[in-house]
């Protein structure tokens, strides 16, 4: 999907991401969002990056918008994702990617002072499968984790309403409107 985007020139409109949840609602979201600049990413987005460094590990790192976002700030990077598609994409973009899942990533990619990992789109069964999905990867004592979830909880509150759906938040948690 992402490739597909890239390839169509990432114009909105063209290329759509459909997601099933693990609950059965069934979401549409242009999939030009995945190559959004940071003036256009939600506040707690631009806020959880903010002040990143070190070496960082981007968990399914997609297109690698906040990955290269980070790289501009003095990160280093590498990021991880199963699709090659996006792997493509984010290498084209300049990332340091390594193709693989999260619950299965390769040994020997050495330790990190920070993770970036937003799930929005991780099967509820990937997050619970561990305590901390990334397997092989190693945290340097006192690493940071950045994030779990950068989906506003009001905004999927309604969503979930008018789907007819249980409202919580993405993580579990009540959320309301």
Request: hydrophobic residues 40%.
């Amino acid at each position: 999907m992402l490739l597909a985007c890239w390839q169509a020139g990432t114009v909105p409109g063209e290329v759509f991401e459909i997601v099933e949840w693990d609950d059965g609602l069934i979401t549409a979201t242009d999939a030009v969002r995945y190559f959004a600049y940071p003036r256009d990413w939600a506040p707690a987005e631009q806020d959880l990056l903010t002040g990143a460094r070190g070496r960082v590990r981007d968990i399914g790192c997609g297109a690698g918008r906040h990955a290269v976002f980070l790289q501009q700030a003095g990160a280093e990077v590498i990021g991880l994702d199963p699709s090659p598609g996006a792997a493509e994409v984010a290498r084209v973009c300049g990332v340091q990617v390594v193709q693989a899942a999260v619950q299965d990533p390769p040994a020997g990619l050495g330790v990190f002072e920070e993770f970036l990992m937003l799930t929005g789109n991780t099967p509820r069964a990937a997050m619970e499968s561990s305590p901390w999905p990334v397997g092989a990867v190693v945290p340097r004592t006192g690493a940071v984790n950045l994030g779990r979830n950068t989906r506003d909880a009001k905004a999927f509150a309604v969503q979930r309403r008018r789907w007819g759906r249980p409202v919580s938040s993405p993580e579990g948690n009540p959320a309301e409107p």
